[in-house]
């Protein structure tokens, strides 16, 4: 078989892990041959390609990013970009495809399935949001960026006697908040999934100061206060139609100042989170995620996606992957409460 392999939207480390395990067992195991597309649904597009061999997939497995490149195009909201796709799939002589992505790079490998395409795919995102895998591998390394960063903003805090702030990703999921503050001892963690009261933020900042410990406030960017709305960077949206977030942190911090007359900074972690080295665990899911992509498509198996679920990887009908977002429950947030202050 010809497979075609694509990455699109938000890159994430482990995606290099996904493609040098799909296409060492595809070759050595199945002697399948590969072309990657480049640039997410751009490549498939526009005939954008790059080969996909041993050799030119060695040494990838613990970069970041992805060897493919990667896009937000969206190729339902281009003129005849499906029939484009489908001509150029023809064209490379591409029997299937293996979509590596989140909820919109799924959505449309669902899509495209449903219209008879052959598609595989990989459940890829820093921010562990998509339904029916229980982790995402970028999450793990996302987590440890922050965690590390929470370590060394407590010293400073502490020196200065500062509330820090910590801004994190998550536009509607706050599980990296969750995990950062949980494993970062945060004095309160704030998720976009629960609306917050800044009085009880200030409550727990001014608490935390009295045992002359410092607070740090881990932030999901897209955490909304319970009398305003979330923090929008401008009205643009991307060709899935997601806003851009920005500024949360910062308010907040204006906030703990007048109503504390403490100090507070805010640090948005930002794009630091998806970039660089994946960490072990990742590199191991993504390897896994990998192995069992390319059996699927070997037998056949279309509309799969691979996922996690508990420590094996099944397959599940792609479709459901992005039914709907797979956010923090209440009482897995609660777990974390009694930490506050
Ligand atoms: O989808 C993953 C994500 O990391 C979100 O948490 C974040 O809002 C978004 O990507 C930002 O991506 P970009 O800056 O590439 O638009």
């Known amino acids: 078989m010809r497979i075609g392999v694509l990455t699109g939207g938000g890159d994430c480390p482990g995606l290099n892990a996904v493609i040098r395990a799909v296409v060492r067992k595809g070759v050595k195991e199945y002697g399948h041959e590969f072309v990657g597309f480049r640039d997410g649904w751009k490549g498939p597009l526009e005939n954008y390609t790059m080969e996909l061999t041993l050799e030119t997939t060695r040494g990838i497995l613990p970069r970041g990013g992805t060897i493919l ?88 805090a502490e020196s200065h006697h500062r509330a820090l702030i910590v801004e994190v990703m998550g536009r509607h999921a706050g599980w990296i908040a969750l995990h950062a503050g949980i494993a970062g001892g945060a004095s309160c963690i704030l998720i976009p999934e629960l609306k917050f009261s800044v009085d009880k933020v200030c409550e727990w900042v001014e608490s935390r100061f009295k045992s002359s410990y410092a607070p740090i406030i881990v932030i999901a960017e897209g955490a909304i206060p319970q009398d305003g709305d979330m923090m929008i960077k401008d009205g643009e949206l991307d060709a ?10 910062e308010w907040l911090a204006v906030q703990i100042e007048a109503k504390t007359g403490k100090e507070a900074r805010t640090s948005v972690l930002g794009h630091i989170q998806r970039g660089g080295t994946p960490t072990a665990f990742d590199r191991v899911l993504a390897t896994r995620f990998g192995l069992q992509a390319i059996t699927a498509a070997s037998e056949g198996d279309w509309g799969k996606m691979v996922a996690l679920h508990g420590t094996d990887i099944v397959r599940v009908p792609l479709a459901t992957a992005t039914e709907q977002l797979k956010t923090v429950p209440l009482e897995r947030y609660k777990e974390s409460e009694i930490f506050f202050g």
């Open 69 to 156: 490149g990667t896009s937000r195009t969206n190729p339902f909201k281009i003129e005849n970009g499906i029939e484009r796709i489908k001509t150029n799939l023809a064209d490379q002589g591409v029997d299937a495809l293996i979509a590596i992505g989140g909820e919109d790079t799924l959505g449309v490998a669902t899509k495209l399935h449903a219209l008879g395409v052959k598609v595989i795919g990989v459940p890829k995102t820093i921010d562990n949001d998509l339904n029916n895998t229980d982790y995402t591998f970028g999450f793990d390394t996302a987590v440890n960026v922050a965690v590390e960063a929470i370590d060394r903003l407590h010293t400073t």
């Open 240 to 249: 899935f139609g997601h806003v851009k977030l920005a500024g949360i942190g």
